[in-house]
Antibody, heavy 117, light 109 residues
Framework: EVQLVESGGGLVQPGRSLRLSCAAS????????MHWVRQAPGKGLEWVSG????????GYADSVKGRFTISRDNAKNSLYLQMNSLRAEDTALYYC??????????WGQGTLVTVSS | SYELTQPPSVSVSPGQTARITCSGD??????AYWYQQKPGQAPVLVIY???ERPSGIPERFSGSSSGTTVTLTISGVQAEDEADYYC????????????FGGGTKLTVL
């Protein structure tokens, strides 16, 4: 069974940094692209970033480009999101998601990031 | 930027049929995916590639596509189907052109 467990969320002041992690199990991690998707409180889903199986291809939403960095460690079956220069509008539940071969997402349970002074 | 448009809300009585639409210019060329999200839970896939149903999803869930609109149909709606539903697609064949619809709140009266 696929398991994705996010961690690293918390309360952080505007302008500060936070690093999210996602521990994957139940599948061959380095066979799949991985993405981050977020959901602000009471709002819809927003794609944040994605990374190919070998880190050779990476993409970001315009809203986070230049501030967030996605990475992965296939030896550790882990996905990361380094978030710098955080803003109030980055407050959200951040989901780690496996991209299935049919194109859909398999989701973790999320980790909450709150940006506030 | 590319957008997928969903109605904010749909209401039906138990046993009736609910139809939730998702419109976008690229939908004739790109697959759509549908997720169900209940309060406090992560999204769950209910339809992929426009009309395919994952194992474990009840047969009352179906998907269809026509032109620039895809539709999630729930036949014989049950109280447990009350949730938010999101469509997902892309505006091109690029790997990172992922777009979600704004979500539709399905209320079972």
């Amino acid at each position: 069974e696929v398991q994705l467990v996010e961690s690293g969320g918390g309360l952080v002041q505007p302008g500060r940094s936070l690093r999210l992690s996602c521990a994957a199990s139940g599948f061959t991690f380095d066979d799949y692209a991985m993405h981050w998707v977020r959901q602000a409180p009471g709002k819809g889903l927003e794609w944040v970033s994605g990374i190919s199986w070998n880190s050779g291809s990476i993409g970001y939403a315009d809203s986070v480009k230049g501030r967030f960095t996605i990475s992965r460690d296939n030896a550790k079956n882990s996905l990361y999101l380094q978030m710098n220069s955080l803003r109030a509008e980055d407050t959200a539940l951040y989901y780690c998601a496996k991209v299935d071969s049919s194109g859909y997402y398999v989701w973790g349970q999320g980790t909450l990031v709150t940006v506030s002074s | 930027s590319y957008e997928l448009t969903q109605p904010p809300s749909v209401s039906v009585s138990p046993g009736q049929t609910a139809r939730i639409t998702c419109s976008g210019d690229a939908l004739p060329k790109q697959y759509a995916y549908w997720y169900q999200q209940k309060p406090g839970q992560a999204p769950v896939l209910v339809i992929y590639k426009d009309s395919e149903r994952p194992s474990g999803i009840p047969e009352r869930f179906s998907g269809s596509s026509s032109g620039t609109t895809v539709t999630l149909t729930i036949s014989g709606v049950q109280a447990e189907d009350e949730a938010d539903y999101y469509c997902q697609s892309a505006d091109s064949s690029g790997t990172y052109d992922v777009v979600f619809g704004g979500g539709t709140k399905l209320t079972v009266l």
